[in-house]
């Protein structure tokens, strides 16, 4: 995995490039000034000095008698003439490089305004830059913003932040600030709370009796919920949000599992749950805490307006919601709010316990729990709704692996129920798995990462970087470098994932090559569990339907720190007999 073009050859195309820039941009001043000073202007000489365009245009050798006497003669001259062609062709040459070029970093500036007008596609934007420079390259913010970034999607650098030098590699106070509605959570922390909510998070999710906790809370949710739903629409033949239907599923499975209580926002009159939509707010605004400078954002914060303002709101949003699940729990238990029972069955009665007299950095043990269990449902939620609705996008497109999909499950399944495929059976299903690592390879939900390093440092690129600087992991950027992947990075090939030598097996990919579930010591915790959730959602609609994405309907990453799509994915369903 090389990168494709030497660091010199870059270089000095750079070079002529600034160099042809400043050219062009001489005879653009040069040629406006000359225009607005023949047309408009009216100046004595005395005047020279509160002027600065009469000193241009003498430094030009224009006569400006001239010009007053007789402007339109003047317009006419063999010297105007050639100036507008100059300027012409100056504007044409400015116009070109700037479509053909993705970026350029002005004075004052930085990129800001390249980086603003590429908000709306801000993952491609990125991906353009780290084509043209390697893997990686410098995001220049404007000089009094302190927003200048190193943004790398090269899988030396990846590996060496993530795991080789991982202590030197925190995520940093820069991290805490942006993402401060997550507060002591696994997401948010950094050294011993980190540690203490990694050990207790491991405990819970690689328990003995967690898996067949799991299988049966999402059976009951696709044959409760999903499927009488999936039913009613199919047989209306209306179209449906297919990533809504994902979003409100995995809502009210993590309540379920994490909090002893469905809320039940799946169901066929799709009730509204403030705290279900205020996740895709809170996404939203802190994606924007990224792009804009973090005085701007801290002043929008403070007056309530624009995306912060949603932010506030969805922030009390959650705390209403997770306080009264806890209290619900509490006085299960005592009204001290102490649990009495020696053992606990839930995943909420064992964090109460793992977590009794944990106060983190806010120094309040309630409000930690609170934000261990909101990290915990971000992580459940988001990543694998988004992930299902990319991968049946992806099928969508290409109804000859949706085809070889039903296949191996109805094969898997034979003449038993569908139902009849538990967690164990999910593992022969390597198809089905190919696809969602295609998906998850294309359009990881978690599409880039922080980091900050401790101490100065050079990484494997050759990129120093010291205390101050801020680095951003460009996870969906590494799934489209023809350098990692290939010349068909492009294509959506489960065939990608099978083992070599035709044995039927999962092919193994180096998870600082394949990072959507992140790498190192702070690997995803859910990985399995995410997968054992989209294989049971998937198989459910795969084995009944055939997914049909809405004619016109546009889809496109949305403006959020999840890569959810922007308007949805309005899709039909039409039953397989
Ligand atoms: C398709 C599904 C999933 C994907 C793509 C995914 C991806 C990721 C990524 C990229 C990270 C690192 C984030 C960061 O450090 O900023 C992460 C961390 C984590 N994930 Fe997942 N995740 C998925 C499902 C889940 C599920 C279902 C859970 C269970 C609740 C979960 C629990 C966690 C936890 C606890 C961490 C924090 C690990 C740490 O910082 O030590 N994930 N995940």
């Known amino acids: 995995m090389e990168p494709p073009i030497g660091g ?15 050219i062009t941009t001489v005879f653009y001043v040069r040629g406006i000034t000359v225009t607005l000073l023949s047309n408009f202007v009216v100046v004595e000489k005395s005047d020279c000095c509160r002027y600065p365009a009469y000193l241009l245009a003498f430094i030009n050798d224009l006569d400006i008698k001239n010009i007053k006497q007789n402007p339109m003669a003047y317009l006419c001259s063999l010297d105007m003439l050639l100036l507008s062609v100059l300027m012409f062709a100056s504007v044409s040459v400015f116009l070109y490089r700037r479509r053909s070029r993705p970026v350029t970093n002005w004075p004052v500036f930085g990129m800001a305004p390249d980086l603003i007008l590429n908000a709306y596609r801000v993952h491609d934007f990125a991906t353009d830059l780290l084509k043209q420079s390697n893997g990686t390259f410098m995001l220049k913010g404007p000089w009094f913003a302190n927003m200048d970034m190193l943004v790398t999607s090269d899988p030396t650098n990846i590996h060496y932040m993530l795991s080789k030098n991982f202590p030197n590699y925190p995520k940093g106070p820069e991290f805490r600030k942006i993402f ?28 003995p009796d967690f898996n067949s906790h799991l299988e049966k809370n999402i059976r009951n949710k696709i044959e409760k919920g ?3 739903l999936l039913d009613l629409i199919s047989h209306n033949q209306q179209a449906i949000d297919l990533q809504e239907i994902f979003q409100r599923f995995t809502f009210d499975a993590i309540c379920a599992l994490l909090l002893d209580y469905d809320p039940e926002t799946l169901s066929v009159h799709l009730p509204y749950n403030a705290c279900e939509k205020a996740f895709t707010d809170a996404e939203e605004a802190l994606l924007w805490r990224h792009v804009l400078p973090e005085r701007v954002w801290k002043l929008q914060q403070r007056f309530g307006m624009g995306k912060e ?24 238990f005592g009204n001290d709010g102490r649990v009495e029972k020696e053992e606990t069955t839930g995943l909420l009665e064992s964090l109460m316990t793992s977590f009794q007299g944990q106060t983190g950095i806010s120094g309040d043990s309630r409000r930690f729990l609170k934000d261990t269990i909101l990290n915990l449902m971000i992580a459940g939620r988001d990543t694998t709704s988004t992930a299902l609705s990319w991968f049946f996008y992806l099928l969508a497109q290409n109804p000859s692996i949706e085809s070889k999909i039903r296949r191996e499950i109805e ?51 050759g990129h120093a970087v010291n ?27 489960p065939e990608r994932w099978f083992s070599e030598g035709g044995k039927g097996g999962v092919k193994h990919e180096p998870s600082y090559k394949f990072t959507a579930f992140h790498a190192g010591p702070r690997t995803c915790l859910g990985k399995e569990m995410g997968f054992i959730q989209m294989k049971m959602v998937a198989i459910a609609i795969i084995y009944h339907y055939h997914v049909e994405v809405v004619e016109g309907h546009m889809v496109c990453p949305g403006d959020s720190i999840i890569l959810q799509m922007k308007y949805g994915l309005k899709v039909r369903l039409i039953p397989i007999n």
């Not at 898997?412 to 164990?424: F, I, P, Q, R, T």
């Not at 295609?438 to 494997?460: F, G, T």
Request: aromatic share 12%; glycine share 6%; net charge negative.
């Open 467 to 493: 205390e101050n600087s801020k680095i951003i992991l460009s996870f969906y950027s590494m799934g489209r470098m023809e350098w990692i992947w290939g010349k068909d990075c492009m294509e959506f090939k």
């Open 411 to 461: 094969n898997e399944v034979g003449d038993a129920d569908w139902k009849s495929l538990g967690v164990k059976e999910l593992r022969g299903l390597v198809y089905l798995h190919g696809g969602l690592c295609e998906a998850l390879r294309l359009y990881p939900p978690v599409a880039l990462e922080h980091k900050s390093p401790y101490d100065a440092d050079v990484l494997p690129s």
């Open 180 to 207: 401060d509605i997550l507060g002591d959570g696994i997401f948010n922390s950094d050294h011993e709370v980190w540690e203490i909510q990694r050990k207790t998070t491991m405990s819970l999710l690689k328990h």
């Open 309 to 332: 303002k949603k932010l506030t709101e969805a922030c009390k949003v959650f705390d209403e919601f997770i306080y009264k699940c806890l209290s619900r729990k509490e006085e299960e």
């Open 226 to 228: 999903l499927l009488p």
């Open 8 to 22: 010199r050859v870059l270089s000095r195309i750079r070079f002529q490039r600034c160099t042809w820039d400043f």
